[in-house]
């Protein structure tokens, strides 16, 4: 499924002091991802396995699109379910045999850039209609570990969350047992905000053009990233010049461009669509 692209755009104005020195201004317009819920204290982190997760209360009348969580150290694959719960008797369980929806997250995408968030896009936006607050609970399931990687997820042990805990779901149970003071640090989001782009520019030198370089530092697992330049930002987007399409690796994905003499003028945009 394909949704309305996502696009940034900046504005690079450059300015020749002298032979090797130039002043850029760059102007940025863009929309913050929309955090619905959140809990972003962080004491400690650990191992999560199968099963251990977080429940929170979605506000009425919202949309799920996609989850960060905070990795403080280790890579590793994992899949998060998000899961419709219900309480029986006290208990906290599953209301359904199988999760609303799942997002994935590769070892690949986490090597290297820890510690920090890692944005997921669930496979299906869920909607909560109703007027009333849903309780949900996320949770893991591992697609590696041990020697083959794992991740060190970050907490808070200082009951930072009150509507939610951290939780492990008991197969033989049948429900999930909850941990009144711990939270796992993450951040429910309800819709993915367009890319932060950066621009760095490097003089002409003996031997080497100018160039430009417009860089995404945290691209997002399939969503393509598409750069686009003009001299002039009046004129319609479809007749900008286009830079190329990069898939996104977690990772800082860039596009360089090389001039014979620096431009006094360029403006850029990205746009990210989902595949």
């Known amino acids: 499924m394909i949704?309305?692209?996502?696009?940034?755009?900046?504005?690079?104005?450059?300015?020749l002091v002298t032979a090797v020195l130039f002043v850029f201004g760059t102007t940025l317009l863009y929309?913050?991802?929309?955090?619905?819920v959140s809990q972003q204290v962080i004491t400690g982190e650990a191992d999560y396995g199968s099963g251990a997760g977080q429940s929170f209360l979605l506000p009425a009348n919202v949309t799920v699109h996609g989850i960060q969580l905070h990795i403080g150290s280790r890579a590793g694959s994992v899949r998060v379910d998000l899961w419709r719960t219900r309480r029986s008797m006290g208990?906290?369980?599953?209301?359904?045999?199988?999760?609303?929806?799942?997002?994935?997250?590769l070892k690949s995408s986490v090597d290297g850039n820890t510690p920090g968030?890692?944005?997921?896009?669930?496979?299906?936006?869920?909607?909560?209609?109703?007027p009333h607050t849903m309780e949900l609970v996320f949770d893991f399931a591992l697609l590696t570990s041990?020697?083959?990687?794992?991740?060190n997820y970050s907490f808070s042990n200082e009951d930072s969350y009150q509507e939610g805990a951290r939780v492990y779901w008991s197969?033989?149970?049948?429900?999930?047992?909850?941990?009144?003071?711990?939270?796992?640090?993450?951040?429910?989001?309800?819709?993915i905000g367009p890319p932060r782009i950066d621009i760095s520019v490097a003089p002409a030198s003996t031997g080497q053009l100018a160039s430009v370089t417009i860089m995404v530092?945290?691209?997002?697992r399939d969503i393509s990233y598409t750069c686009y330049e003009s001299e002039n930002v009046g004129v319609p987007k479809q007749t900008w010049d286009v830079l190329g399409t990069q898939l996104g690796t977690g990772r800082v994905i860039e596009w360089k461009i090389e001039y014979g003499s620096m431009p006094l003028k360029r403006f850029f945009f990205v746009e990210a669509v989902e595949n």
């Open 171 to 191: 197969s033989f149970q049948s429900k999930y047992s909850e941990s009144s003071s711990v939270d796992l640090t993450f951040r429910i989001l309800g819709s």
């Open 31 to 36: 929309a913050d991802d929309t955090v619905l």
């Open 117 to 130: 968030w890692f944005t997921m896009i669930f496979d299906t936006p869920i909607e909560n209609s109703g």
């Open 146 to 151: 041990g020697s083959a990687g794992f991740n």
């Open 91 to 105: 208990n906290l369980e599953r209301d359904g045999l199988a999760p609303l929806t799942s997002a994935t997250l």
């Open 217 to 220: 530092p945290n691209s997002i």
């Open 3 to 15: 949704r309305s692209p996502l696009i940034t755009w900046k504005e690079l104005k450059v300015l």
